[in-house]
């Protein structure tokens, strides 16, 4: 039973992948994996509010996609695809040993999260998808900007984002939101760069695409919340997979991974708890 700090592992020639492992589960039980994966601009300490809960039931893995801090930057000139980084994770869990886990991704972790679930949904046992915009982002308004230089031109220094991320936390939250802001302006450039590169050039036809991914799922989101995705839009996303459920947070307007963690986490616990006990019935 402990709390690890980071660790590495030799993926393949060219990454060596930094990630944490969380497992505060009874020491004589053998606990499944949960993989925690961050989206785009996200803080080192993306998910430190689930782990209290999570990490109580599971193992917790949180890696940080190649590029990104404790990860080895990409060589140069590396072609980022989202095909690619999902091959990363995928060789990820080689290198440890894992045979199948509960994937949770968040933001455009979650647009990697549908693909990896497309394409290895052998390695998964669930798959929890949180304010994802789905597995296409060519057509999101972000996506059409084509990359974070045009969306922030001066590297970290962006009033008006900040401006909209503390009103979209919503009061009480401020300090939150700030934290965040400045948290996910020191991810490294060249990754960050790559990785919205990545997602905004990976275009796919749901209508064809989601109906294949038959991996118990769940989407989570705030209700009110517009930015990355609508309700209607998500329920769509879920409508067309043959076992997913949407679950929505009422009131929320932010992100759900950062206001509300601790219930996000109990949801994924729920989650998973209820799909073992109907594998097994």
């Not at 930094?18 to 499944?32: F, L």
């Not at 996609?65 to 990860?71: I, P, Y």
């Not at 050039?201 to 799922?217: G, H, S």
Request: hydrophobic share 40%; proline share 7%; with cysteine.
């Amino acid at each position: 039973m402990a709390i690890e700090l980071v660790r590495k592992v030799r993926v393949d020639e060219t990454l060596e992948a930094g990630y944490y492992v969380d497992d505060c589960t009874d020491p004589w039980k053998e606990p499944e994996t949960v993989i925690l994966l961050h989206g785009c601009l996200k803080p080192r300490q993306m998910f430190y509010a689930w782990i209290p809960t999570l990490a109580r039931e599971f193992r917790v893995i949180r890696p940080h996609v190649r590029g990104h801090w404790d990860s080895t930057p990409a060589p140069q000139a590396y072609e980022w695809t989202v095909e690619g980084l999902v091959r990363d994770l995928k060789h990820f869990l080689d290198a440890l040993g894992l045979d199948k886990v509960h994937l949770v991704g968040e933001s455009l972790g979650g647009l990697l999260s549908f693909h990896f679930a497309y394409r290895y949904p052998e390695r998964l046992k669930t798959l929890t998808l949180v304010t994802s915009p789905g597995p296409s982002f060519t057509q999101h308004s972000l996506g059409k900007m084509g990359s974070h230089e045009v969306y922030h031109p001066v590297w970290g220094v962006d009033d008006k984002q900040k401006a909209r991320v503390i009103a979209e936390f919503g009061p009480g939250n401020e300090a939150l939101a700030l934290w965040r802001h400045e948290e996910g302006w020191k991810c490294p450039m060249e990754g960050t760069r790559g990785y919205f590169r990545a997602a905004a050039t990976c275009e796919v036809n749901v209508e064809e695409f989601l109906p294949k991914i038959d991996v118990p799922t769940l989407y989570m989101m705030g209700a009110e919340h517009k930015r990355i995705i609508s309700v209607p839009d998500a329920q769509r996303l879920c409508d067309l997979m043959p076992r997913a459920r949407l679950v929505t947070f009422p009131g929320v307007t932010a992100q759900c991974q950062f206001v509300i963690p601790e219930k996000c986490a109990a949801e994924v616990v729920r989650f998973i708890k209820e799909h073992a006990a109907a594998a097994r019935s």
